[in-house]
């Protein structure tokens, strides 16, 4: 599986971003696609997450009512959608993708196999 992530820029704060997660290679069936952040000099966090089928999103405490994540079969894109953003939530976006995670795993980095490049988030106050 390869991903592509983009959308990433600069937003002034309570601005709104959306980002892209382009799939290629294997079909998605079995997948979860999570987004993680890396904020500067701190460690890749969880995000938000969505199985590409049978239901399940999943949401970081910190995101919730503000991120929304949906995909979009026909294109086999996973977007993540950033409102009412604070500068907190600058970092770089990654997206990754895991065949059969499990509910409880999704929020873990190190259970992903595949990831994309990263776009970088940028919000000022």
């Known amino acids: 599986v390869q991903l592509q992530a983009s959308g990433g820029g600069l937003v002034q704060a309570g601005g709104s971003l959306r980002l892209s997660c382009a799939a290629s290679g294997h079909t998605l069936s079995n997948y979860v696609v999570g987004w993680f952040r890396q904020p500067p000099g701190k460690e890749r966090e969880f995000v938000a997450a969505?199985?590409?089928?049978?239901?399940?999103?999943f949401y970081a405490d910190s995101v919730k009512g503000r991120f929304t994540v949906s995909r979009e079969n026909a294109k086999k894109t996973v977007y993540l959608q950033m409102n009412s953003l604070k500068p907190e939530d600058t970092a770089v976006y990654y997206c990754?993708?895991?065949?059969?995670?499990?509910?409880?795993?999704?929020?873990?980095?190190?259970?992903?196999?595949?990831w994309g490049q990263g776009t970088l988030v940028t919000v000022s106050s």
């Open positions: 990754g993708a895991r065949s059969g995670l499990i509910a409880i795993m999704v929020s873990r980095r190190d259970e992903y196999d595949y």
């Open positions: 969505i199985r590409w089928s049978g239901g399940g999103i």
